[in-house]
């Protein structure tokens, strides 16, 4: 059984991959701003409700880390922020917001994580197809796009920096999902799959796909968006 953290448990992906790692007797650190109750009460499924890309969010995680866990396995970026602007009324702030979370928090969580990870460990970063340079785009997700880019080129470089550790970084850059941030950017957009469906794939990915594949990014998508 691992030890498995992951982000944007509160909806969505994130949530549907809590649970299925902790059913399957997995121990699971669940890290989003709100906490559903159904996580709470397993007993598999530690929640932490921070910030990660504060450093008092980040001072938890490693507590935790150093008091209960001593290792982690598998971490899994899942959270995400979006804007849905057009470019020329987009701001700092709202580039900001989005980097905030799609970027540094995914950075800052690797950090404090990669000293307690040993070889054979697995950070899956869940990007988009937007951020896939000659992939179709899509007006007004100026800021998420960018930033769903800028974590691919961040995990290849760290799984260079990180070969010889036998720590593997891969990202999966997924299509059209039903989820609530879907919603948000294609109001009224059926996507071909659930969000529990594609947690089933990100579950085994995460599992096993290290053994197949390290500083690669998987286009999993069946659709345009």
Not at 15 to 35: C, D, P, Y
Not at 36 to 46: A, D, G, M, V
Not at 62 to 83: C, E, R, Y
Not at 190 to 215: R, T, V, W
Request: charged letters at 15%; a neutral charge; glycine letters at 8%.
């Amino acid at each position: 059984m691992k030890n498995i953290i992951i982000t944007g448990t509160s909806r969505g992906i994130g949530f549907e991959l809590a649970l299925q790692f902790a059913n399957e007797g997995h121990q699971v650190l669940a890290i989003s701003r709100k906490t559903p109750k159904e996580l709470i009460e397993h007993s598999n499924i530690t929640c932490l409700s921070v910030d990660l890309s504060d450093e008092k969010g980040l001072h938890q995680v490693t507590d935790f880390l150093s008091q209960a866990w001593k290792k982690v396995d598998i971490v899994i970026h899942n959270a995400g922020s979006l804007v849905l602007k057009p470019f020329s009324q987009l701001t700092q702030s709202d580039f900001e917001k989005v980097y905030q979370v799609n970027v540094f928090a995914v950075a800052n969580l690797t950090r404090v994580c990669l000293p307690f990870m040993q070889k054979g460990g697995h950070v899956v970063t869940i990007s988009s197809m937007g951020g896939i340079q000659g992939s179709m785009k899509f007006s007004g997700l100026a800021a998420y796009s960018s930033s769903k880019g800028a974590v691919i080129t961040l995990s290849e470089l760290l799984a260079e920096e990180y070969k010889e550790q036998g720590i593997s970084f891969n990202v999966l850059a997924l299509g059209a999902v039903q989820t609530e941030m879907l919603q948000e950017a294609f109001p009224g957009y059926q996507a071909p799959l659930s969000a529990k469906e594609m947690a089933d794939y990100i579950y085994d990915f995460s599992l096993n796909g290290n053994k197949y594949f390290n500083g690669k990014v998987l286009q999993v998508s069946s659709s345009t968006p």
